[in-house]
């Protein structure tokens, strides 16, 4: 049996996760529609090759068991299991993300401030 990875739980990779996760939940109101639609096709490209996300398995190893968000939404108090936390993390907020991206930009009609 492998040993577990120890975690740095605040390192570089946590920061880099954080500013992924921030232009995420931002990119309806930064970006224009195509490219966060592109965005999220690699994201989805990027988990069929390697099974996951690649910052997590540099924060915490091939641990499967074990997502960003699950591990410091854990460490909040927020217990959801890691199979839901992965679907929702890869299905619901994927699709609400680019739902919200094309109401703001396409239907609603405002330009997104960066590109």
Same mark, same amino acid.
Request: glycine share 6%; aromatic share 20%.
């Given at each position: @049996?492998?040993?577990?990875?120890?975690?740095?739980?605040?390192?570089?990779?946590? $920061?880099?996760?954080?500013?992924?996760? /921030?232009?995420?939940?931002?990119?309806?109101?930064?970006?224009?529609?195509?490219?966060?639609?592109? $965005?999220?096709?690699?994201?989805?490209? %990027?988990?069929? /090759? $390697?099974?996951?996300?690649?910052?997590?398995?540099? %924060?915490?190893?091939? %641990?499967?068991?074990?997502?960003?968000? *699950? *591990?410091?939404?854990?460490?909040?108090?927020?217990?959801?299991?890691?199979?839901? @936390?992965? *679907?929702?993390? @890869?299905?619901?907020?994927?699709?609400?993300?680019?739902?919200?991206?094309? /109401? $703001? %930009?396409?239907?609603?009609?405002? *330009?997104?401030?960066?590109?």
């Amino acid at each position: @049996m492998k040993p577990k990875k120890k975690v740095n739980e605040y390192g570089i990779v946590f $920061w880099v996760h954080i500013l992924f996760v /921030i232009g995420a939940f931002g990119s309806p109101f930064f970006f224009n529609w195509i490219f966060v639609f592109v $965005w999220i096709a690699i994201l989805e490209i %990027q988990f069929l /090759i $390697w099974d996951g996300c690649l910052l997590n398995k540099l %924060q915490f190893g091939d %641990q499967r068991k074990v997502t960003f968000a *699950h *591990h410091y939404l854990s460490k909040l108090g927020i217990h959801i299991s890691v199979k839901r @936390m992965r *679907h929702i993390m @890869m299905y619901y907020v994927e699709i609400l993300v680019f739902v919200v991206t094309v /109401i $703001w %930009q396409l239907v609603l009609g405002f *330009h997104p401030l960066l590109f």
